[in-house]
């Protein structure tokens, strides 16, 4: 099956800074998504994004499909921005939906 | 609010014991999915169903079960429960396949 890798797998940042997680996989993909597990555990969307760019306030994500990855990237980040950032992707076959999950980036903001 | 819905939201029991994990999807999603986040797993997919008929399994263990019901929640039984299979549990619903799936809080399942 699909394989889903995401690098860096820790992330130290004082606030305000940028950072950028990468999220590499391994076959074509139908359905590639970005979430946020908060230290409550809630998994949280962040994109549904496939293919392209797409932004969200100080959030923005990119996919390039034909070169099996995607990038997140946070500005000016804040403590509230500490947590997992999962990348999830669903290959396609058999025509589930259901996703594979990366290890995930821990990323921690410092005031 | 992800508009998926599951209870309960703990849940510590001993071991060999059976628990039934449940989980409300989004007003008009036909597909459920179940996963489990463990320590050393990951998040690891377990079980899908679409509109009351399985649609895909992943990792499950046969002593795990699902269901989906004709209202569309579903539920998921853990049955002679082990250490080992305390996690987060969580459903998610979607609509079609290749559409954007959203998870519920996650049910945090202690075996003691």
């Known amino acids: 099956g699909i394989q889903v890798e995401q690098s860096p797998p820790d992330l130290i940042l004082q606030e305000g800074a940028n950072s950028t997680l990468r999220c590499n996989f391994s076959d074509s993909v139908n359905n590639l998504q970005w979430f946020h597990q908060n230290p409550w555990g809630q998994l949280i969307n962040l994109f549904y994004?496939?293919?392209g760019t797409k932004q969200n306030g100080r959030l923005s994500a990119t996919t390039v499909a034909t070169e099996r990855y995607s990038l997140l990237y946070i500005s000016s980040s804040q403590t509230t921005d500490s947590g997992v950032y999962f990348c999830a992707a669903d290959h396609g076959s058999g025509n589930t939906g259901k996703l594979i999950f990366g290890q995930g980036t821990t990323l921690q903001v410092k005031p | 609010d992800s508009g998926v819905t599951q209870t309960p939201k703990h849940l510590i029991t001993a071991t060999g014991q059976r628990v039934t994990l449940r989980c409300s999807p989004r007003s008009g999603d036909l597909s459920v999915y179940w996963y489990q986040q463990s320590l050393d797993q990951g998040l690891q997919f377990l079980i899908q169903y679409y509109n009351g008929e399985e649609r895909a399994k992943g990792n499950i263990l046969e002593r795990f079960s699902a269901q989906q019901f004709p209202d569309l929640h579903s539920e998921l039984n853990l049955s002679s429960l082990e250490l080992g299979d305390s996690a987060l549990y969580f459903c998610?619903?979607?609509?079609?396949?290749?559409?954007?799936?959203?998870f519920g809080q996650g049910t945090r399942l202690t075996v003691v």
């Open positions: 998610a619903s979607s609509g079609a396949a290749n559409t954007e799936a959203f």
């Open positions: 994004i496939p293919s």
